[in-house]
């Protein structure tokens, strides 16, 4: 997933999803859809914060090289919708799978 959203930036034709602000809705998914995924795998707090963290600096780092990117453009709201889709994957998955660390404590 993460190859894919790094793909899916710097590739000089991405696809475009056509309604308005279609565009930040695809970054509010993509990092959404991971961050939910990562959340399933690491339920430890430390774990999903460390990984919302990374996602985010994914993000703002992405955004710079296609600045850097002849066809390509940099645009601070994508990092917006970026943060976004990892709050609201964190905060789906916090929600989806409550308790989940009680279900792996031992006795």
Avoid: N
Avoid at 33 to 45: D, E, K, N, R, V
Avoid at 62 to 77: A, C, I, K, M, N
Avoid at 91 to 99: D, E, F, N, Q, S
């Amino acid at each position: 997933m993460v190859a894919a959203i790094v793909w899916l930036s710097i590739t000089p034709s991405p696809p475009e999803i056509d309604i308005s602000q279609g565009d930040k809705l695809g970054h509010v998914l993509a990092y959404g859809i991971l961050m939910f995924w990562f959340c399933q795998l690491h339920a430890q707090p430390r774990a999903r914060l460390a990984y919302a963290i990374g996602f985010i600096a994914l993000g703002v780092g992405l955004e710079f090289v296609q600045g850097r990117l002849s066809y390509r453009t940099y645009d601070e709201w994508d990092m917006l919708a970026d943060a976004v889709g990892v709050g609201a994957g964190w905060l789906i998955a916090t929600v989806v799978t409550p308790g989940i660390l009680e279900r792996f404590e031992r006795p």
